[in-house]
């Protein structure tokens, strides 16, 4: 089973600022990542798959990087709506499908 | 538009079974692949359980493997979970997931899920 571990756990940062969030593979994925967003009574919503590809309607301040085992996902400046909960997710090596443990981010 | 809409949640005790369901609109459903994810309290994401277009393939997570069966009617555009022999740590929200092509993918939709709660 692949395991990703995603840091950090939380993050504080002020609007308008840039988050940087990590996924790390336990094995190499290739491209097959994808990270979502989370937030209370809404459902789940993906931001990019295939590690860079962002997903239908969404804003160009999100961005995807990596590749084999070391993944990030980018927000270039931070609106009010942006502070959630981040989970990537790979399909590379299934079953199981897996999904990191998530990282909060929140408003400093 | 796509939805998918989730029901049949609740308590149950150990031991015992449930069925979960989800309708699927929006799109042609027996094109798609589908997905049960499910979510503990306060906990993150689990894969749980997938099944092909057509019903002919299935997946399962290795803590499901034995108790839980996936299914669908492609004729009512609907996906079922049965879920046999629910232990206190099955407790959590399940979703009903469609992936973008296939049966496994990155997931594009979404629904807003049930809440499963095992307990006596």
């Known amino acids: 089973e692949i395991v990703l571990t995603q840091s950090p756990a939380t993050l504080s940062l002020s609007p308008g600022e840039r988050a940087t969030l990590s996924c790390r593979a336990s094995q190499s994925v290739s491209s097959y990542l994808a990270w979502y967003q989370q937030k209370p009574g809404q459902a789940l919503r993906l931001l990019i798959y295939d590690a860079s590809t962002r997903a239908t309607g969404i804003p160009a301040r999100f961005s995807g990087s990596g590749s084999g085992t070391d993944f990030t996902l980018s927000i270039s400046s931070l609106e009010p709506e942006d502070f959630a909960v981040y989970y990537c997710q790979q399909w590379s090596n299934w079953p199981p499908i897996t999904f990191g443990q998530g990282t909060r981010l929140e408003i400093k | 538009e796509v939805q998918l809409l989730e029901s049949g949640g609740g308590l149950v005790q150990p031991g015992g079974s449930l069925r979960v369901s989800c309708a699927a609109s929006?799109?042609?459903?027996?094109?798609?692949?589908m997905n049960w994810v499910r979510q503990a309290p306060g906990k993150g994401l689990e894969w749980v359980s997938s099944?092909?277009?057509?019903?002919?393939?299935?997946y399962y997570a290795d803590s499901v493997k034995g108790r839980f069966t996936i299914s669908r009617d492609n004729s009512k555009n609907t996906l079922y979970l049965q879920m046999n022999s629910l232990r206190a740590e099955d407790t959590a929200v399940y979703f009903c997931?469609?992936?973008?092509?296939?049966?496994?993918?990155?997931?594009?939709?979404w629904g807003q899920g049930t809440l499963v709660t095992v307990s006596s």
């Open positions: 997931t469609r992936p973008i092509f296939g049966v496994v993918n990155a997931f594009d939709y």
């Open positions: 099944i092909s277009g057509s019903g002919g393939s299935t």
């Open positions: 929006g799109f042609t459903f027996s094109r798609y692949g």
